[in-house]
């Protein structure tokens, strides 16, 4: 009891001191204190994670310290570089531009025609409904064990997001600015593409946002069905029957880094083409 | 006199209820699915041989991303059914397992193949092929092979792409792979069931092969060891494994009816089941429990045997243990 207590003594200090100068920081409202107290804060769970990994000798198999991950990211750069090329590059990024793709061109065709809104739109949110640990299987014994089979279980997962959003997109002209673009007798082509095309934006990036994170969940899960030998999907699921979770975790950390990389990437790119937008106003 | 009938009263009072709490509990991890392949710890606990040692066992079915040793590493489990390889990879990373009884003789891993492959001599015909193989912690009875054959598991001309295999044998159907992982006792089966002919297939056994590794063998971790009641538990706990085990090798029907009736996820069918557990029979045929000292030698010297990237570095001490057997069974 007395030996737990002592432990946890350091661990509150640190957890103490980190709230404090944080408060502190945070009467002075700069741009500097803001991304101080930001990085305080993170900095603080990193070193409370190790403290009390250490201080409680928390087995490794159940969580290693932040130290040992770093150290394992370290050793296993080349490991991981062919694993996110794999997961991230081949599988997740083509099959989140051939879904997206996909899906504005379908959204263009529903927006064409009723006939397709009232059959295609029902197939889609059917196919959206689909849990992806019972198509992964199926995907992989379509298009092999290769990237190719997670591409196309990333495509399924993006699809309707991004499907939806768009539709809703083309709808969002009103009236008055449909009716102008009547009165100068602009063909349907000429005013999808000069009005509700670029009125569409805000909320087709929105859909491309949302399913960046889906991506990467999409194609490290749809690894577990059967994977050649690299990968992060089976890396990590491997790695556990190895007892090597720090690798597991070093996987994590590139899946986290990827994934924010990848939706701020697009987030950016949002800034650029909507700048028009009351959202984007700072 | 009625001092004597109170106190009686009493006693059984308090004894009757006590009997209940003595059990020791156990939690036993296996390391698949409920199936005939464990047939014995079922019978055990179904014939009461369990509960005659005292013993309140808990029997945990595992999986395709289920790792005994991980459950045994996390405090999920008192002991666990796992193959020698996997246990002695954990053992050098550090978590210090031991085997404490080995209920299986002879091992039921081997390499099916398709005929029209091409496959006839694992020496010549294995590279530029694509096999599938097993992981957590399964990977490595057919890495040691690979590596005394002298192939490169990284793919190419000279080497062999490796695939890693689901919970089914879709890529030898769907000629995905030119081989794949299966047990004597299980998948094998699968393919037959899927309608291939054993005309169509070639086997190549690892005991044939010389790189047979000892597997389904019971571990825990050292610490426990040193426990002189959970020994004793553990003892006891072998003893009736091993007359479920036997019981199972006599009447593979009635085993295969206790497996289906302990499978909760309804998968399992009982011609399946009947076909295993008179597979698993001959596997556990000649054993009773003890591990036989050569056999552990000859598991230990397939994995040190492994060219660059052998799957243990050096000679396990202590990974084996003949305590508990020595105690279950005189």
Known sequence: ?282 | MTRRIMAAIAGALIAGPALAQDKDDLTLQLKWVTQAQFAGYYVAQEKGFYDEEGLNVTIRPGGPDIAPTQVLAGGGADVIVEWMPAALAAREKGLPLVNIAQPFKSSGMMLTCLKESGISDPQTDFSGKTLGVWFSGNEYPFLSWMSTLGLSTEGGPDGVTVLKQGFNVDPLLQKQAACISTMTYNEYWQVIDAGLTPDDLVTFKYSDQGVATLEDGLYTLQSTLEDEDRVDALARFVRASMKGWKYAEEHPEEAAEIVLENDETGAQTIEHQTRMASEVAKLTAGSDGTLDEADYQQTVKTLLSGGSDPVISREPEGAFTHIITDRALN
């Open chain 1, 1 to 282: 009891m007395t030996g737990a207590l002592a432990g946890t003594l350091p661990i509150l200090a640190v957890w103490a001191g980190g709230w404090a100068l944080n408060a502190w920081l945070a009467r002075f409202d700069t741009r500097l204190t803001r991304i101080l107290v930001a990085a305080i804060f993170g900095i603080t769970v990193i070193v409370l994670w190790e403290m009390i990994v250490r201080i409680y000798r928390v087995p490794t198999v159940i969580l290693p310290a932040p130290g040992q991950i770093a150290a394992s990211f370290a050793a296993n750069t080349a490991i991981l570089w062919t694993d996110f090329v794999q997961t991230i590059v081949k599988g997740a990024l083509t099959g989140w531009l051939i879904g997206a793709a996909a899906a504005i061109l379908t959204a263009i065709a529903i927006d064409r025609s009723p006939f397709l809104q009232r059959g295609l739109l029902p197939i889609g949110n059917f196919v959206a409904a689909l849990p992806i640990v019972g198509i992964a299987p199926i995907l992989v014994m379509w298009f092999g064990f290769d990237w190719q089979s997670k591409a196309a279980v990333v495509v399924v997962m993006v699809f309707f997001p991004i499907l939806v959003n768009m539709v809703a997109g083309l709808a969002a002209t009103d009236a008055m600015q449909r009716d102008l673009m009547a009165t100068w007798a602009a063909p349907y082509g000429a005013s999808l593409w000069k009005l509700r095309l670029p009125a569409a934006m805000p909320f087709l990036f929105n859909g491309l946002k949302i399913t960046t994170t889906l991506a990467l969940i999409g194609a490290i899960v749809a690894e577990f069905f059967g994977s050649p030998t690299h990968g992060m999907g089976f890396r990590i699921s491997t790695a556990v029957g190895r007892l090597d979770l720090p690798l597991v975790w070093a996987e994590i950390l590139v899946a986290a880094i990827a994934g924010t990389l990848f939706y701020g990437l697009v987030a950016l790119i949002e800034k650029k083409v909507t700048f028009w937008h009351p959202s984007q106003r700072a």
